[in-house]
């Protein structure tokens, strides 16, 4: 064999951070000694893996094409180290979920998850990131997460999208709004009134505007913000109109704090798992996705 792990490893680390410095300190590693290791990988193989823009090194076509096969492979690799460790570790696993799938049903699958896996819990090897959709499906495109649980809808070419639940946005307001007991809102009724909506990027968002589609240019939108928890704050303070996904609001629509309108728009949708198709299925991989299928 022509090529180390360590070398892959290099590449792997210089792909992520786009800077030989910042990927040498990441492996801990001396900075010659990683621009050593990535020079001899392409001069073994006579082939340019990365191009410099600027200060940054960027991806060659056949930097592209290489790095998901090294991924695996290096995945691979720490799986195997892993069980010659610990015969009862099966390796690390990254997650990422959007904020309702991540406050709502991401703790409930992580318990689930760690209460058959416990070793995983010992060793720090589970962790879950929290972003948008346009977000998670970046770190996953790019490797720095394992698998992402997103809201929005996508077509990518090398992305792995499949449906998991099912989902209903709900549109609310404050109890002494004046579209409360309305038995259905016109149209009219939605672009007179102020909203309060997650930001752009993020599935919420995208479903809202897909219902919404032939109102957007007329709607009042007051507020974007991130957290559906600062939407129902500033909602039921009486600033507008929000709309949700149901799973975030049951507790505050069963409590009477915020209250349903009732809108004759399609507001359903799916969340989905994202994979990368080249990404390798680790065992805790594989683990997590029936999980998600029980659950």
């Given at each position: 064999?022509?090529?180390?792990l360590?070398?892959?490893?290099v590449?792997?680390?210089?792909?992520?951070?786009?800077?030989?410095?910042?990927?040498?300190?990441?492996?801990?590693?001396?900075?010659?000694?990683?621009?050593?290791?990535?020079?001899?990988?392409?001069?073994?193989?006579?082939?340019?893996?990365?191009?410099?823009?600027?200060?940054?090194?960027?991806?060659?076509?056949?930097?592209?094409?290489?790095?998901?096969?090294?991924?695996?492979?290096?995945?691979?690799?720490a799986?195997?180290?892993?069980?010659?460790?610990?015969?009862?570790?099966?390796g690390s696993?990254?997650?990422?979920a959007?904020?309702?799938?991540?406050?709502?049903?991401?703790?409930?699958?992580?318990?689930?998850?760690?209460?058959?896996?416990?070793?995983?819990?010992?060793?720090?090897?589970?962790?879950?990131?929290?972003?948008?959709?346009?977000?998670?499906?970046?770190?996953?495109?790019?490797?720095?997460?394992?698998?992402?649980?997103?809201?929005?809808?996508l077509?990518?070419?090398?992305?792995?999208?499949?449906?998991?639940?099912?989902?209903?946005?709900?549109?609310?307001?404050?109890?002494?709004?004046?579209?409360?007991?309305?038995?259905?809102?016109?149209?009219?009724?939605?672009?007179?009134?102020?909203?309060?909506?997650?930001?752009?990027?993020?599935?919420?968002?995208?479903?809202?505007?897909?219902?919404m589609?032939?109102?957007?240019?007329?709607?009042?939108?007051?507020?974007?913000?991130?957290?559906?928890?600062?939407?129902?704050?500033?909602?039921?303070?009486?600033?507008?109109?929000g709309?949700?996904?149901?799973?975030?609001?049951?507790?505050?629509?069963?409590?009477?704090?915020?209250?349903?309108?009732?809108?004759?728009?399609?507001?359903?949708?799916?969340?989905?798992?994202?994979?990368?198709?080249?990404?390798?299925?680790?065992?805790?991989?594989q683990?997590?996705?029936?999980?998600?299928?029980?659950?």
């Amino acid at each position: 064999m022509r090529y180390t792990l360590r070398q892959l490893e290099v590449f792997i680390a210089t792909a992520h951070t786009e800077n030989i410095s910042r990927a040498a300190e990441r492996l801990s590693m001396s900075q010659s000694a990683a621009s050593g290791a990535l020079k001899e990988l392409e001069k073994q193989f006579s082939m340019a893996l990365f191009e410099r823009v600027g200060k940054r090194l960027k991806l060659s076509e056949m930097g592209h094409w290489i790095r998901p096969k090294a991924e695996a492979l290096i995945s691979q690799a720490a799986e195997l180290e892993s069980a010659f460790h610990n015969q009862s570790s099966i390796g690390s696993l990254r997650v990422g979920a959007t904020l309702t799938i991540g406050n709502d049903l991401a703790t409930e699958i992580m318990v689930k998850f760690l209460k058959e896996h416990p070793q995983a819990a010992e060793q720090g090897h589970l962790s879950l990131e929290i972003a948008n959709t346009e977000n998670i499906v970046k770190r996953v495109e790019n490797f720095e997460i394992d698998l992402g649980l997103i809201e929005g809808e996508l077509h990518h070419p090398k992305l792995s999208i499949t449906p998991w639940h099912n989902d209903e946005l709900v549109v609310f307001c404050a109890p002494e709004h004046p579209l409360v007991n309305r038995s259905k809102l016109s149209d009219n009724d939605l672009i007179s009134h102020r909203w309060i909506l997650r930001e752009s990027g993020s599935g919420t968002r995208q479903t809202f505007n897909r219902a919404m589609h032939d109102l957007l240019p007329e709607l009042q939108i007051a507020l974007e913000l991130q957290q559906p928890e600062a939407i129902k704050q500033s909602v039921a303070a009486g600033l507008g109109i929000g709309c949700l996904s149901h799973i975030s609001l049951k507790k505050d629509l069963a409590e009477g704090k915020l209250v349903r309108l009732p809108v004759s728009r399609d507001l359903h949708r799916h969340f989905y798992v994202v994979l990368h198709k080249q990404k390798h299925h680790t065992r805790y991989i594989q683990s997590w996705l029936k999980h998600l299928r029980d659950t």
